[in-house]
């Protein structure tokens, strides 16, 4: 599985961004989807998942809930996340993962759960 993602770019803060990630091969409706974030100086961070299943259960950071929203269409393997009211502090490198485990597991389980991560996109949010 390849994941590419994209939409990063500057924002002030308050704004909104859109990011995509789109992916290879013929199976993406069974992988749970997820993203995580790197902040320079930062470990890299588990920001939003969304399960495989038909119900696309979600699961997010605390710090984002409420601002974010990850969603899916298995017709265009792609995963979205939507990012409204940013922050300087959601300045990061945006990575798109994959894995054959669950939602919930991403969320739990963070970057030992994927199994495929894709290139990252910068999002940098100006104060």
């Known amino acids: 599985v390849q994941l590419q993602a994209s939409g990063g770019g500057l924002v002030q803060a308050g704004g909104s961004l859109r990011l995509s990630c789109a992916t290879s091969g013929r199976t993406f409706s069974r992988y749970a989807m997820g993203w995580f974030r790197q902040a320079p100086g930062k470990e890299r961070e588990f920001v939003a998942a969304i399960s495989w299943n038909g119900a696309s259960t979600t699961y997010y950071t605390d710090s984002v809930k409420g601002r974010f929203t990850i969603s899916r269409d298995n017709a265009k393997n792609t995963v979205y996340l939507q990012m409204n009211s940013l922050k300087p502090e959601d300045t990061a490198v945006y990575y798109c993962?994959?894995?054959?485990?669950?939602?919930?597991?991403?969320?739990?389980?963070?970057?030992?759960?994927?199994?495929?991560w894709g290139k990252g996109t910068l999002v940098t949010v100006s104060s």
């Open positions: 993962a994959a894995s054959t485990t669950s939602g919930r597991a991403i969320a739990e389980g963070g970057r030992d759960s994927i199994n495929y």
